[in-house]
C-alpha cells in the first residue's frame, strides 16, 4: 500500500513539474453587474494543443464543480498570458483590451475559488474550494488576487503565503485599471516555467580545417550533441563552406536532423570539413543546432585554403656560438651574434624560388631573400647573423635586418613564403645554449639533436652548408656565361638582316 502511494505521490509531482499552465490572477470588477469577473492564466512552457487544459470555478464554498471549460485545441507559447472572461463588454471598458476567451466558469465573486485542470486532474487552485471566501484572507470581492513571482502551481492545495491581495472593496467606484489606485497587475507575473529543451554540444569551435589548394576536401573534425527534455527534433544545419557527415562518410551540405526518442538525443557525433572546390583565403562560418523551444547552439568552423608550398626544411639553427670555437661563418673571428646561423635546404623536386621568403624569430623578421635567388632540389643555403662568410660552396648571406638575434634558452624560427604562409617551423629550448647548434639527425628528416652528438658529426660542434659528416649538399647552379663570340655572333646576323631588307 505504501508503494501504491509513493507511486501516486511520484506521478503528481511529475505532473506539476510539467503542467505548462498556472493560474495567475482572479479579478472582481467594480462596474455595473460586477463586471469584469476574470481569471489570468499564465503560460510557462510551449504548448501544441491547449486542449488537455480546462477550468472550474468553486462557488460559495459548495466544493469542486469539475472542469467547466475546456479551452480550444490551439498552441500558446512559453510567456503568453491567457484571460478568461464571463463577458467581454466589461472587460474591455475597463482593461481596454478584449479577454482571449469568455464562459460563465469565469463568472466569479470574490468568495470563489478556481480550479486548473490537465487531462482532468487538478494542477492549480485559487482558494479553499470547500470554504466561502466571505471574511477569509483570501477574499477578492470587488478587488483581486495576484500570484506571487516563481511559485506554483499548488496542485490541488491552496498556498495562501503564493498570493498578494489588494483587499476586499478596494476597487470600489474605479472605472477603469489604468486609473485606479490600487490596479490589478496585470501580466506582470514572472514565472520559474517548466524545464526548457536543452541541446549540449561538446565544442564551441574548430579550428584548422584548411587543406593545399590543390588537394580538397579538408581532413574532418567533429563534435558531440547531446539532447533531453526534448519536444522535437534536433536539426544540424551546415554552412556554405562547410559539410557535415554522422559517419565521415556521406557528406552533405544540407540539413542533418538527430531524431529525439522519449524527449532525448544521446551522444551523436557531427563530422565537419571544407568542402573541395574553394578558392585560396580563409574561411569562417557557424555550424547550427537547433530545436523547438529550446536555445540554438553554434559551433564556429575556420581553416585555410593555401598554396600548394614547397619542401623546405629548417636543417640546423646555431643560437650559441663558443666563445673560442665558434668562428662558424669562418672570417677568422668568433663573435656570439656574427657566428649564429640557420641553414635551409630544398627537400622538394623542383627549384624554389626564394625572393621575399623570410626568416624570423620570437620576436620578429630577421632576414628577406632578395631577388633571384633559386634554390634546387637538394640545396643548402645558410645565412649568418653578421661578419663575412668565407669559403663556402653554397650560398651564403647575412640576416638583412643586421642580426639574428637567436635567444640561447629557447626561441621559435619561422621560414614563410611572400604570402606569409608558414614552410617551417621549430621552436627550442635551452638545449640550443651549449656552444654547439642544434642538427636534424639524418639531415633533412630527422629531429633536432645536439650537433656533437649527431651520428658522423666526430664531435663537431656545427657544419654549415655542409651534411653533418662535412660532405657536400647539392651544389648551387652556376651563373650563366657571358662569351664574346655569342655577341659577335648577334652583331652579325642582326647585321645582315638589315642589310637584306634595305636591298629589298
Known amino acids: 500500500m505504501k508503494k501504491i502511494t509513493l507511486l501516486i505521490a511520484s506521478l503528481f509531482v511529475t505532473l506539476l513539474s510539467f503542467s505548462q499552465l498556472v493560474i495567475t490572477g482572479v479579478f472582481d470588477g467594480p462596474l455595473s453587474g460586477g463586471t469584469p469577473k476574470a481569471i489570468e492564466i499564465y503560460v510557462s512552457e510551449n504548448i501544441a494543443d491547449l486542449s488537455i487544459y480546462g477550468i472550474g470555478s468553486a462557488n460559495n464554498g459548495g466544493g469542486s ?9 490551439v498552441a500558446a507559447t512559453l510567456g503568453d498570458f491567457i484571460y478568461l472572461a464571463s463577458e467581454s463588454s466589461g472587460f474591455n471598458s475597463f482593461f481596454g483590451f478584449a479577454p482571449n476567451y469568455t464562459n460563465s466558469a469565469a463568472g466569479i465573486n470574490g468568495d470563489d475559488a478556481i480550479e486548473l485542470f490537465k487531462n482532468g486532474a487538478i494542477i492549480d487552485v485559487f482558494g479553499d474550494i470547500n470554504t466561502d471566501g466571505s471574511g477569509q484572507a483570501w477574499e ?16 490541488n492545495s491552496f498556498v495562501l503565503a503564493n498570493w498578494s491581495f489588494s483587499g476586499p472593496n478596494a476597487l470600489d467606484g474605479e472605472s477603469s485599471n489604468a486609473t485606479s489606485a490600487t490596479p490589478f497587475p496585470i501580466g506582470s507575473f514572472t514565472g520559474i516555467g517548466a524545464p526548457s529543451p536543452t541541446i549540449t554540444v561538446s565544442l564551441s569551435s574548430l579550428t584548422n580545417m584548411g587543406y593545399l589548394v590543390t588537394t580538397g576536401p579538408g581532413s574532418s573534425k567533429f563534435f558531440m550533441v547531446s539532447g533531453s527534455i526534448l519536444s522535437n527534433d534536433i536539426i544540424i544545419t551546415p554552412s556554405s563552406q562547410f559539410e557535415i557527415s554522422i559517419d565521415d562518410a556521406t557528406w552533405r551540405t544540407t540539413p542533418i536532423t538527430l531524431n529525439q526518442v522519449g524527449g532525448n538525443v544521446v551522444n551523436k557525433t557531427i563530422y565537419v570539413r571544407m568542402i573541395s572546390g574553394l578558392n585560396l583565403g580563409t574561411y569562417s562560418n557557424n555550424i547550427i543546432i537547433t530545436t523547438t523551444g529550446g536555445s540554438t547552439k553554434t559551433v564556429s568552423c575556420s581553416g585555410n585554403v593555401i598554396p600548394d608550398l614547397p619542401n623546405l626544411v629548417i ?22 651574434r656574427d657566428d649564429e646561423f640557420i641553414e635551409i635546404v630544398n627537400n622538394d623536386s623542383f627549384i624554389v624560388i626564394l625572393s621575399g621568403y623570410t626568416l624570423s624569430d620570437g620576436v620578429s623578421t630577421r632576414h628577406t631573400f632578395g631577388s633571384n635567388i633559386m634554390l ?24 638583412s635586418a643586421g642580426l639574428l638575434g637567436l635567444n640561447n634558452s629557447g626561441d621559435q624560427i619561422t621560414l614563410r613564403d611572400p604570402s ?36 658522423g658529426s666526430a664531435g663537431a660542434l656545427f657544419s654549415p652548408a655542409t651534411y653533418i659528416n662535412g660532405a657536400a649538399f647539392t651544389l648551387p647552379l652556376p651563373p650563366v656565361p657571358i662569351d664574346w663570340r655569342y655577341f659577335l655572333f648577334m652583331f652579325f646576323a642582326l647585321a645582315g638582316t638589315l642589310v637584306y631588307r634595305k636591298l629589298n
Open 140 to 155: 477578492y470581492q470587488d478587488g483581486w488576487a495576484y500570484r506571487n513571482n516563481t511559485t506554483g502551481p499548488d496542485g
Open 420 to 455: 606569409g604562409n608558414v614552410i617551417d617551423s621549430y621552436s627550442y629550448g635551452s638545449e640550443a645554449g651549449n656552444n654547439q647548434s642544434l642538427t636534424r639527425d639524418p639531415d633533412i628528416t630527422g629531429s633536432f639533436v645536439q650537433h656533437s652528438t649527431a651520428t
Open 376 to 399: 634546387q632540389p637538394g640545396e643548402a643555403i645558410v645565412v649568418f647573423g653578421g661578419g663575412t662568410p668565407t669559403g663556402f660552396t653554397m650560398r651564403t648571406y647575412t640576416a
Open 65 to 73: 464543480d469539475g472542469e467547466e471549460f475546456t479551452f480550444p485545441a
Open 315 to 336: 636543417n640546423e639553427i646555431h643560437a650559441d656560438p663558443d666563445a673560442t670555437n665558434g668562428d662558424a661563418n669562418n672570417d677568422g673571428t668568433a663573435d656570439s
